[in-house]
């Protein structure tokens, strides 16, 4: 039905369209509900008090059984027979019974909707409480996520430098290793040169010997360098006679003196220290087979190549 009725028992609210009970307190009830209230029982065990409004139900004219959906015939002879009046007072009054009901299911739902309005704005509320503190703890998430984003960016930056530091640490470790180690092989390979080659004695020299042969060796040298075969002359203007004797021994204590001089390297005993192409200031350049050489007593002597001239001249010094 389009307008149907519900009953109006406290906690069923269940739509009737069959059969219903009603009341003469224009309430209706559902078949379960009349049995649990006990309206439809015997006449002496027999509900007399409506559970809705309390009326009292003491004749059992109060309370009766409804076709909800009568037959045709039903229809036909339920008025029939009675005055107009009657009919039209007894459908008055049926349509009292159902203004009334349709009032109170207005009244009903709208109570109904008071109620869920109520709860539906304490949710609501409380929604709006819970999705303020959400997004509060959201973005207050968010910030320690980005914090944590740049902790975490700063700590693998540094990890990556810092690992790059020890790989060089540990390269430049493993160089000094292999440099220690191969010190240690170089000294073990001399100790093992050493103790398997005997070290040889260096032969020792008196200075007698040293002198006699750096005097002899000296002497050859001049004789080389200074040829006195051209027949020349001594050119001694400024010799002495009474110098000889000290000269010689100041010869002497020169060549002495050499012999325990060491020799500079890639130079033999006897050759000249002197750069060459130079040419000393106090030795001017002279011809060939002449040389000009100064002792220490600043003589300069030149002869020709007879060595008994030289040996006469030394004997008379």
């Known amino acids: 039905m389009e307008n149907s009725l519900t009953c109006n028992g406290p906690k069923c609210r269940k739509e009737l369209t069959d059969r219903a009970v009603v009341t003469t307190c224009s309430h209706i009830f559902c078949l379960e509900c009349v049995q649990q209230i006990g309206l ?13 409004c309390n009326a009292h139900l003491a004749k059992p004219e109060d309370v009766a059984v409804a076709n909800l959906n009568p037959t045709e015939e039903y229809k036909t002879c339920a008025l029939s027979g009675l005055n107009p009046n009657i009919i039209m007072e007894c459908a008055g009054r049926a349509i009292s019974f159902w203004a009334y009901q349709t009032t109170q299911n207005l009244h009903y739902q709208q109570h109904l909707y008071k109620t869920l309005s109520e709860k539906y704005s304490t949710l609501w509320a409380r929604f709006e409480r819970l999705y303020r503190d959400a997004d509060a703890e959201i973005n207050g998430a968010t910030a320690s996520q980005d914090v944590l ?5 700063e700590l693998a930056e540094a990890f990556k430098n810092n690992s790059r530091k020890l790989f060089q640490t540990q390269e430049l470790y493993n160089k000094v290793k292999r440099k220690a180690e191969l ?3 170089e000294r073990a390979a001399s100790d093992a040169v050493d103790s398997s080659i005997p070290s040889v004695p260096q032969p020792v020299v008196n200075n007698q010997e040293s002198n006699t042969f750096l005097s002899r060796h000296f002497r050859d040298n001049n004789e080389r360098s200074f040829p006195l075969s051209r027949g020349m002359r001594y050119d001694a203007p400024a010799f002495s006679p009474g110098l000889s004797g000290s000269n010689l021994q100041q010869y002497e204590r020169e060549s002495n003196w050499l012999g325990k001089q060491p020799q500079p390297h890639g130079l033999a005993r006897g050759d000249s220290m002197r750069p060459s192409g130079m040419n000393s200031p106090s030795f001017p350049q002279r ?9 220490t007593s600043g003589l300069k002597v030149g002869q020709p190549t007879n060595h008994s001239g030289l040996d006469g001249s030394l004997r008379s010094l």
């Open 149 to 153: 984003q740049r902790k975490h960016d």
């Open 287 to 295: 011809p060939n087979g002449w040389a000009g050489v100064g002792l």
């Open 183 to 185: 010190g240690q092989i």
């Open 40 to 52: 439809a029982s015997q006449e002496n065990q027999r509900c007399t008090t409506c559970p809705i």
